[in-house]
């Protein structure tokens, strides 16, 4: 029988529903870093971290929603992808319509 992290590395994250609650190792293979880096932040309670929720003592996970604004607050734009924009922001300001 495939365990729990098996199968999540089988569904496309995406297609999960953002309430779905994962365990701190399959939320740490989601994020791609080791459970005790997240372990970690969670105890240091680290800012900009994602949310956990405790449904226990020591039963603490994370919801996909959760995962997701996370990863995408971390997105970077290439320095030149900025540049671009903002020349062609400028340009656009400048020039008359």
Do not use: W
Not at 1 to 11: D, E, G, P, Q
Not at 31 to 47: F, I, K, P, T
């Amino acid at each position: 029988m495939l365990s729990r992290h098996h199968i999540l590395a089988t569904v496309n994250f995406d297609s999960l529903s953002d309430s779905v609650l994962l365990s701190v190792s399959e939320a740490a293979a989601v994020l791609g870093m080791a459970e005790s880096s997240l372990n970690h932040a969670r105890v240091r309670d680290v800012d900009g971290f994602p949310p956990y929720v405790r449904l226990g003592t020591k039963c603490i996970r994370y919801r996909t929603g959760d995962l997701r604004q996370y990863i995408a607050s971390r997105v970077n734009a290439p320095a030149g992808f900025t540049r671009a924009k903002k020349a062609t922001e400028t340009l656009n300001e400048t020039t008359p319509a």
